[in-house]
């Protein structure tokens, strides 16, 4: 079971970025997936996740209205398209895989840096 | 949101040593839905722990959890060189989920 962000850089405050996360070694449509950022200053914070099939998606308040989560099952591909970037959301992003409420695996991470 | 609190900060040890960590949260997590996990420098988070006591896949057996209703501990119970590194509880209880802030085990 492996996930593979990429995607991550350097955008200036208001820009946007896509981050993409390669799922492999499981049946990727049986599982909800996840995005989770981490900061020294807020530790891990939980973003948004999207069911298996349906394309049921639920969002942190702090990303809510900027962030979308989306996936392609047929390319075992997981999106979080990010607008209106602050500097506050400059952190590493790991795509992750829900399993009945805890997290299994992590992807490697992804870092996001929001500066002018 | 369901706050969860770990303590200590910093628990330093020795290789040998038994290593109790602590997590408690703001209101009661029911049926134990309370995760744990470990984060070397450099790495992301690697699964534990889940349903407060269950090991995960290849996770070894010094490695326990314990606890119900608003006080969980990890322990392990005698450390190996690996196992220095930080420690986050996380509930999926009430979403959304949340994690602790960490308890670094460090060498002492």
């Known amino acids: 079971v492996q996930l593979v962000e990429s995607g991550g850089g350097l955008v200036k405050p208001g820009g946007s970025l896509r981050l993409s996360c390669a799922a492999s070694g499981f049946t990727f449509s049986d599982y909800y997936m996840s995005w989770i950022r981490q900061t020294p200053g807020k530790g891990l914070e939980w973003l948004s996740y999207i069911s298996g099939t349906t394309g049921y998606t639920t969002y942190a308040e702090s990303v809510k209205g900027r962030f979308t989560i989306s996936r392609d099952n047929g390319r075992n591909l997981v999106y979080l398209q990010m607008n209106s970037l602050r500097a506050e959301d400059t952190a590493v992003y790991y795509c992750v895989r829900r399993v009945l409420g805890w997290f299994d695996p992590w992807g490697q991470g992804t870092l996001v840096t929001v500066s002018s | 949101e369901l706050v969860l609190t770990q303590s200590p900060g910093t628990l330093p040890l020795s290789p040998g040593e038994r290593a109790t960590l602590s997590c408690r949260a703001s209101?009661?997590?029911?049926?134990?839905?309370l995760a744990w996990y470990q984060q070397k420098p450099g790495q992301a988070p690697r699964l534990l722990i889940y349903?407060?006591?269950s090991r995960a896949t290849g996770i070894p057996v010094r490695f326990s959890g314990s606890g119900s209703g608003t006080d969980f501990t990890l322990t392990i119970s005698r450390l190996e060189p690996e196992d220095f590194a930080v420690y986050y509880c996380q509930q999926y209880s009430r979403p959304p989920a949340t994690f602790g802030q960490g308890t670094k085990v460090e060498f002492k």
């Open positions: 349903g407060a006591s």
């Open positions: 209101q009661t997590v029911s049926s134990n839905y």
